[in-house]
């Protein structure tokens, strides 16, 4: 069989590639079937501390990626809106109360995205083992 990670011919029975020492023993015969690499969790994660949705598009989920980014952009919409109302039904107080909770939902759609493109990597990989060839 071929190794998944480097693609080098290696034994049927081995447990790792002599050539890149990348375990091989779980991917059985579907090793055979691609050269393509898994995914780093942390290269991606990474990417996805940094730019907004970049995690899911390291992952092969371009789209995904996109939307998650364009939502954090338009996001200021609503979150403006429930200042404003705030603001206006509540006074000042539950304008600045809202500014907090605006924050929480700022760093709450944050810490998800990043979350979410982890999952996405480790779905990424999980087929990569299982079939051999990427999940999209
Ligand atoms: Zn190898």
Redesign the pocket.
């Known amino acids: 069989m071929y190794?998944h990670?480097?693609g080098?011919a290696?034994d049927d029975d081995a447990n790792h590639?002599k050539?890149?020492g990348?375990p091989v023993k779980n991917y059985g015969r579907y090793a055979t079937f691609t050269n393509l690499r898994e995914k780093e969790v942390g290269v991606g994660l990474i990417i996805a501390l940094l730019v907004i949705g970049g995690g899911q598009m390291y992952a092969g989920k371009i789209a995904r990626g996109f939307i998650i980014l364009l939502a954090w952009v338009f996001l200021f919409i609503p979150v403006l809106a429930l200042i404003i109302i705030s603001d206006v039904v509540a006074g000042p107080y539950g304008g600045a109360f809202a500014v907090i909770a605006a924050f929480v939902i700022y760093i709450g759609y944050w810490v998800w995205s990043i979350y979410d493109a982890k999952i996405t990597i480790e779905r990424y990989n999980e087929a990569l083992r299982n079939t051999g060839r990427p999940p999209w």
């Open positions: 190794c990670n480097c080098n290696i590639c050539h890149c990348q």
